[in-house]
């Protein structure tokens, strides 16, 4: 495989998530490389041409992006931006004749998502959404021990995602605006990812409450929600997700034994141990290094696209039906 042609991807908005995950992953990669950048701050142009030699013709900002259309070293368009502009780039991308990752939450309602998918059929341009925990190994083995059934069916699952934010009250996660949402759609997602693989399934049904405590800090988006979910097998998930807590773990109850992660949402190294008293340890790789891998390889090779836009999206009707939830009460269908 390592003779196999290397895919350029071009980053979207240079973020620190950009600068201090992706393009360090992407010097490691098996099956692709960083081959163009899209800023709109024109001082990180020569910052990262320099740092990555990437060459003049591969730097674009967000006006003149969709000439990236006329551009064979870019074969990947990876969107890094605000919540709130990941459907826009998205679908240009796709209409440019790239391949997409749309980071989460893919977007900011079903809808977008939706646009999205439609956009990257129309465009026969493969779509993925960059949760890098379903490329990670201590994942894997959740899946795997939920579907192998060592320790029977699985009766409970529960999972936290949450940190405390502090920073700058400008920052765009705390503007509905740019983020379309709170703790929700920037943590939440990975508890909703995490229930999901905990049971094997997708839910039925939500019930959702939310809490704050810092109105004056978090001014319109949400600060912490807990949820429930149902599933068909009739298996109930918990999840918590917050910006003024810290917590990072998984929690799987079986029928004859449990599996934890903690931490179990964060770059690594991650930790696990079972009710066996055995330890769940995988030498560390970068998850993003993974992901991006991945997905080349789905693009290179048709193995399976393991992050597909449906799957942003299922959690996108999730996210909604839990505002639903709080808004209105009850349970809501999913
Ligand atoms: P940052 O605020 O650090 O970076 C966002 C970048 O987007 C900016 O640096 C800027 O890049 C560009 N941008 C364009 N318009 C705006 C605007 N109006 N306001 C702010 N920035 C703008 O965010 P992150 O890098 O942390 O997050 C970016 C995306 O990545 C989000 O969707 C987030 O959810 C996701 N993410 C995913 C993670 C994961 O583990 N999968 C982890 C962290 C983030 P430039 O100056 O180049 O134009």
Redesign the pocket.
């Known amino acids: 495989t390592s003779k196999m042609k290397k895919l350029g991807v071009a980053l979207v ?6 600068t201090y995950q992706l393009a360090p992953a992407l010097k490691d990669a098996e099956h692709c490389y960083l081959a163009g950048i899209v ?3 024109p001082k ?1 142009e020569k910052e990262w041409m320099e740092k990555y030699g990437i060459p003049q013709s591969n730097v674009y900002n967000y006006d003149n992006f969709d000439t990236i259309a006329n551009n064979d070293d870019i074969d990947i368009v990876y969107v ?4 709130s ?2 459907a826009d780039f998205s679908i240009r991308a796709a209409k440019a004749g790239k391949h997409v990752i749309c ?3 893919m977007a900011v309602s079903v809808d977008e998502c939706d646009a999205i998918i439609e956009a990257c059929k129309k465009a026969n341009v493969k779509l993925s959404v ?1 949760y ?1 925990m379903q490329s990670d190994p201590y994942t894997n083995e959740v899946k795997r021990l939920v579907k192998e059934k060592p320790f029977g069916n699985v009766q409970y699952v529960s999972s936290d995602a949450a940190y405390i934010s502090r920073g700058n009250p400008g920052q ?1 996660r705390l503007n509905k605006s ?1 983020s379309g949402g709170g703790a929700l759609v ?1 943590m939440g997602v990975y508890s909703i990812q995490s229930n999901i693989y905990g049971v094997g399934m997708n839910p039925i049904s939500v019930s959702a409450q939310e809490f704050s405590t810092r109105p004056d800090y978090f001014k319109n988006t949400d600060e912490t929600i807990t949820a429930q979910m149902e599933f068909p097998n009739g298996t109930v998930a918990h999840m918590f997700t917050s910006h003024n807590a810290n917590a990072n773990r998984l929690f799987v109850s079986f029928e004859k034994g449990w599996i934890e992660l903690n931490p179990c949402h964060s770059y690594g190294p991650l930790s696990g141990r079972t009710s066996k008293g055995e330890t769940i340890a995988y030498p560390h790789k970068s998850q993003q290094m993974l992901q991006m891998d991945d997905f080349a390889k789905h693009i290179l090779t048709g193995t399976p696209n393991v992050t597909p836009g449906e799957m942003g999206k299922r959690d996108m009707i999730i996210v909604e039906a839990i505002y639903k939830s709080i808004s209105e009460g009850g349970k809501q269908i999913s």
Do not use: D, Q
């Not at 908005?13 to 950009?18: A, I, R, T, V």
């Not at 890094?80 to 919540?83: K, S």
């Open positions: 908005g240079l973020g620190s998530y950009s800023t709109g701050t990180k890094v931006l605000p919540n502009m990941h980071e989460k939450p960059g890098r765009w740019l920037n």
